[in-house]
């Protein structure tokens, strides 16, 4: 629903060799693990490229071993992309399983420091917010509650998060979340979301999170708040090591 500030994550610098291999991985399981749903589209080669800290030859070799395996497609034209046909299926498991095992450290420690500083700006939210920002919630939980599951619910749930940094009203407090939220993904501004076996189940528990937070953020409860959305980032945390489990690694470690 992870040095230089970056190191450690998906986005973690890369090594001379093997480069398009790895980004082929990185973006396997930026796929697999739900950053990317079915039917959406890819950022573009150039932000991908600035993402990974690799040449934009890279990321479109990269893109097309994932035309060629039938993850992705590509349209032309100004609406054209490269877009997500398939999630997880059974070929993704290696490529899934070696980003995991190698970056696994970083990336939980990078979880572990979003899901602090995200029940920070929850409890500033709580302590600032205005009347404004409080019918901004109200109306963007609406649209959660709303939006049909998957990639619908996934951009919901990325506006909703949204509000509560602004009614923090704390850019630098917004920005260095943000960034922190970046290392674990390949430049989406969106939460994991995991695979489509549990997924309606997590955007259910994610609704009942959003509706906690949401009302003690309005009511000015910023303990509440901030416990709320710290154990409610978490959920990020959950899906990758579920990956784990699903590609035979062990959840924890």
């Known amino acids: 629903m992870s040095g230089s500030g970056r ?9 001379a060799s093997s480069r398009i291999d790895e980004v082929t991985d990185r973006l396997v399981t930026a796929i697999a693990v739900g950053e990317y749903l079915p039917g959406t589209r ?114 919901a749930d990325s506006r909703l998060h949204l509000a509560t940094m602004d009614a923090a009203h704390n850019d630098t407090l917004k920005q260095v979340l943000q960034s922190l939220e970046s290392g674990l993904s390949i430049g989406a501004p969106t939460h994991l979301w995991g695979g489509p076996d549990g997924r309606q189940a997590m955007e259910r528990r994610a609704l009942v999170d959003h509706e906690a937070l949401v009302a003690a953020i309005v009511d000015g409860r910023a303990d509440d708040a901030e416990s709320i959305a710290r154990t409610h980032v978490g959920i990020d945390l959950e899906l990758l090591a579920a990956a784990r489990t699903r590609v035979g690694l062990d959840a924890a470690d």
């Open 7 to 15: 190191t450690g994550g998906l986005l973690a610098p890369l090594e």
């Open 42 to 155: 890819l950022p573009a080669e150039r932000d991908l490229a600035a993402a990974l800290s690799v040449g934009r030859m890279t990321v479109r070799a990269a893109i097309a071993r994932l035309v060629e395996r039938g993850l992705l497609e590509t349209q032309r034209g100004r609406s054209g992309g490269s877009f997500v046909l398939e999630q997880w299926p059974a070929s993704s498991d290696d490529a899934v399983r070696r980003t995991l095992e190698h970056r696994w450290a970083g990336l939980r420690d990078r979880a572990e420091a979003v899901a602090r500083l995200h029940g920070t700006v929850c409890r500033a939210a709580a302590e600032a917010r205005t009347a404004d920002d409080a019918a901004v919630l109200a109306a963007r939980l609406e649209s959660y509650r709303a939006a049909p599951s998957g990639r619908e619910a996934q951009l």
